[in-house]
């Protein structure tokens, strides 16, 4: 007899577990009416874990597809503009070392790789990123990446968000349950019911009994109570890769109201790890990631309000723990981890919430029918998951491989190419000699990373790939065009944008138009 896939359950909530809600929901809205249910079980007693406060443009499309108000989402989360990362003294240590990773693609990107025509001279003293894109430069000068009378969504220069993690999963919450019919249980998880055939059949709870299901979502964070303890999926350390394993976390005020606010994460290089710097509409979030091997945590709290001043003497520091790996399967019988269940790295390109995102988008998408047929369709959740959590794996690390720095144990350790996974080392060796571009393995149609990711952080680090002579010839029309309309789109971004913290204000007071 088949057994259609028709109850789900998500077992915790925060970002992880009403953004998987969400995207479930408003996926299989058609189907609600035949008896499809979305069900999240969240304990009344035990604290959110934020993931982080930065984004992926990603979320621009998710929160649209939700039904989500991006006006609404601005007024109550406490959400800023993001347009990409400034990563300073990570190269030399140095205070002009600085380089940014934008989230506009280079001008022309689908019709010519203008990074080798750089790297050739073509662009004299220019760094790569303003060469080929205006996204520094609005950063560097304060300014929004769209104007109030742009519609929501939608963007002038490409862009994601800082939040307030906290406020962002209490928002996500009231749209599931208010707009999509997210069924919403306050109860304490005490254990799960496993049926004959090694599934989840339901999970006991302390207020509101037993919760049958057909798909069980495991958002209980580290704990992983289910795909970890229930299902005995074993974890994957990564602290021999990524050694940083602990963050102090400070939220700083700003000193006036109308405190000019960056768009973009700020992250600066320390003795033993770094600090992000993350402005949203009340406040910074300031953090110190590091390894405790290379420093112990009275001296990263010095170096963390050092970095600070004034603006954090006497603060509250939270600590966190980091465990830097994930599960060895994501997804086993009828159980799939989602969020800090599934894994945890370091926080240095924001892609926690992202892999949130990924994770529910290929559930929705995948969902399957019946469980006949489950297996096969967990058997590619995994394989694609474990791709991506490897790729992110290989991006982070590259920006400790390029560093220059020998000051401390931390950076020369980092940079043994014995920590280095196989992919990375053979891919760094190619691009001694060829310009990363579509087909360097980053081969799947969602690409975490596209190529120019690579670009940006290799040429901002100092890297230099050889160009041989000649073989630009073919490409010297299209690369200047595309180098033409990229210094016209510059002018014209820095004269029309407005300040960032302007563009808020407007939201939050006026709202954006809708399409």
């Not at 994501?330 to 981890?337: D, I, R, Y």
Request: glycine fraction near 8%.
């Amino acid at each position: 007899m088949v057994q259609p896939i028709n109850h789900i359950v998500i077992v915790g909530g925060g970002t992880a577990g009403w953004l998987t809600a969400g995207v479930i929901a408003a996926r299989h809205q058609g189907r609600r009416a035949h008896g499809f249910t979305v069900t999240l079980v969240e304990s009344p007693n035990v604290p959110i874990i934020g993931v982080g406060e930065g984004t992926w443009p990603t979320l621009r499309n998710t929160l649209r597809k939700m039904g989500v108000s991006e006006t609404d989402f601005f007024r109550e989360c406490d959400a800023s503009f993001k347009q990409g990362a400034r990563f300073n003294r990570w190269v030399t240590g140095a205070a002009d070392d600085g380089y940014y990773h934008p989230l506009m693609m280079p001008q022309g990107f689908a019709q010519v790789n203008l990074a080798a025509h750089w790297l050739a001279g073509e662009e004299g003293a220019t760094n790569f990123c303003d060469a080929v894109t205006p996204q520094g430069r609005i950063c560097d000068e304060g300014l929004a990446p769209k104007t109030i009378a742009t519609p929501e969504y939608e963007a002038l220069a490409n862009y994601a968000y800082h939040l307030d993690a906290g406020r962002f999963a209490d928002f996500l919450r009231r749209h599931c349950c208010d707009k999509l019919g997210v069924r919403h249980v306050l109860a304490d998880v005490t254990e799960p019911v496993m049926a004959e055939n090694g599934d989840i059949a339901a999970v006991r709870t302390e207020q509101a009994g037993e919760i049958a299901g057909d798909l069980f979502v495991d958002c209980t964070g580290f704990r992983a109570l289910l795909l970890g303890e229930a299902m005995g999926v074993p974890f994957r350390p990564l602290g021999d890769v990524l050694f940083c394993d602990t963050a102090l976390a400070i939220q700083v005020p700003y000193d006036a109201a109308d405190a000019p606010i960056a768009s973009h994460t700020i992250s600066t290089a320390q003795s033993a790890g770094w600090i992000w710097d993350i402005g949203v509409q009340s406040r910074r979030g300031v953090g110190h990631v590091f390894s405790s091997s290379h420093i112990d945590v009275d001296d990263a709290e010095r170096e963390l309000r050092a970095y600070l001043g004034e603006a954090g003497r006497d603060l509250p520091v939270r600590r966190l723990s980091i465990r830097a790996g994930h599960r060895e399967r994501f997804w086993q019988g009828n159980c799939v981890a989602v969020g800090l269940a599934a894994g945890f790295l370091e926080p240095l390109e924001a892609s926690a919430i992202v892999l949130i995102e990924l994770s529910a988008k290929l559930i929705a998408e995948q969902m399957p029918a019946c469980r006949e047929v489950m297996d096969t369709v967990a058997r590619r959740f995994n394989e694609t998951t474990l791709y991506r959590w490897g790729r992110i794996v290989d991006f982070l690390k590259l920006h400790y491989a390029l560093t220059q720095r020998t000051d401390s144990d931390f950076w020369r350790d980092n940079a043994r190419p014995e920590t280095m996974p196989d992919r990375l080392n053979a891919l760094m060796e190619l691009w001694r000699w060829q310009v990363p571009w579509m087909h360097d393995e980053l081969d799947r149609v969602e690409e975490v990373f596209p190529a120019a990711s690579y670009q940006y952080v290799l040429y901002g680090m100092g890297q230099r790939t050889a160009v041989p002579p000649g073989s630009l010839a073919a490409e010297t029309v299209m690369a200047g065009r595309a180098r033409r309309e990229n210094d016209a789109m510059t002018a014209k971004l820095l004269a029309g944008l407005p300040r960032h913290r302007d563009l808020i204000r407007k939201i939050v007071e006026r709202g954006l138009p809708t399409i």
